[in-house]
């Protein structure tokens, strides 16, 4: 399973960004996808996460409010939409994916994580 992300760049404080991530190989119905950052000297951290196949969605309590995954079934994508950013959500920006053996759960967890995109770099700057 490849993933690939992309929509990262330069914003302004309170900008908005979407982020995308696609599937090269197989279906996502049974996975779930999660979204993770990376800000430099910092560890991984979960953003939120989306099953697949049932559209249910969790985020972490610094998200909420703010950010919304979704999805495309009929192009295998997920996204991310982030709105009010703010410098401290500059990050590299993961997807992720677990199989899952449920529709209806996904995780935030990295350690659950089996397959990984390579990134995208958020920036948010004035």
């Known amino acids: 399973l490849q993933l690939t992300e992309s929509g990262g760049g330069l914003v302004q404080p309170g900008g908005s960004l979407r982020l995308s991530c696609v599937n090269s190989e197989f279906t996502l119905a049974w996975y779930g996808i999660g979204w993770f950052r990376q800000a430099p000297g910092k560890e991984r951290e979960g953003v939120g996460c989306i099953a697949f196949g049932s559209g249910i969605t969790h985020y972490a309590d610094f998200v909420k409010g703010r950010f919304t995954i979704s999805r495309d079934h009929a192009k295998e994508m997920v996204y991310l939409q982030m709105n009010n950013l703010q410098p401290e959500d500059t990050a590299t920006y993961f997807c992720?994916?677990?199989?899952?053996?449920?529709?209806?759960?996904?995780?935030?967890?990295?350690?659950?994580?089996?397959?990984w995109g390579e990134g995208t770099l958020v920036t948010v700057s004035s």
């Open positions: 992720a994916a677990s199989p899952s053996p449920s529709t209806l759960v996904c995780s935030t967890e990295a350690t659950d994580m089996n397959y």
